[in-house]
């Protein structure tokens, strides 16, 4: 259902998000200091989970990383391997990676859980913690709940229902897979964006 809503929007989306860390300069900042992580250790690839049209993928090549994608919509992996034809990206399910066990240096998970159903999200972490090798860091994005207390909210999305989740709630169910907590910043939505959400992004180091 995610895929096929993310294929019917594919090329108004690759559109829409072309320079979308262009008015970012504290996810920028995060995702050189993900990368120098990544580098420090040199431990393996780095995988863009829910890379979309590709230019976070890009991105991260960018920055030093041997980066690859990986998107459950066709329609997206075909936009992206068209836009960036030197970088690999493959079509896949987070949920059951075609990845070797321990071989990542890293993972970028940015915006791509969202549409995850609670009870989904659990095995999609495990998933995640399954390919990162020791050492390896996750670096997940997405809203944060109104209350720390309550584990997760839906909300309407432009595509297909999504949820926002208790940072609190999140580093547990990353505890649970081995997956310790680096550093979290939250951000206070813009005036200007459309949900007037607190933007979550969390570093995560396997142990």
């Not at 990206?89 to 321990?102: C, P, Q, R, T, V």
């Not at 495990?126 to 809203?143: C, K, Y």
Request: aromatic residues 6%; contains cysteine.
């Amino acid at each position: 259902m995610t895929a096929a809503a993310y294929d019917a929007v594919a090329s108004r989306y690759a559109e829409q998000f072309r320079d979308t860390l262009s008015d970012r300069p504290l996810e920028r900042a995060l995702l050189r200091a993900f990368a120098e992580l990544v580098r420090t250790n040199g431990i393996g690839e780095v995988a863009d989970l829910g890379c979309g049209p590709g230019q976070i993928t890009a991105h991260l090549g960018g920055l030093g990383l041997k980066a690859f994608g990986v998107d459950a919509s066709p329609a997206m992996v075909r936009l992206a391997r068209e836009a960036h034809p030197g970088l690999r990206f493959e079509h896949g399910s987070m949920a059951a990676l075609d990845i070797a066990d321990g071989s990542l240096g890293g993972v970028l998970a940015r915006w791509s859980v969202i549409h995850t159903p609670p009870e989904g999200l659990p095995a999609v972490l495990a998933e995640i913690g399954r390919v990162l090798a020791p050492g390896g860091h996750l670096l997940i994005s997405l809203f944060a709940t109104d209350d720390p207390s309550i584990p997760c909210q839906s909300y309407d999305h432009s595509v297909v229902t999504a949820y926002r989740w208790s940072p609190d709630h999140l580093a547990g169910m990353l505890r649970e897979v081995g997956m310790g907590e680096v550093a979290r910043i939250l951000c206070e939505p813009r005036p200007t964006d459309r949900r007037q959400f607190q933007e979550l992004q969390l570093l995560a180091r396997k142990g």
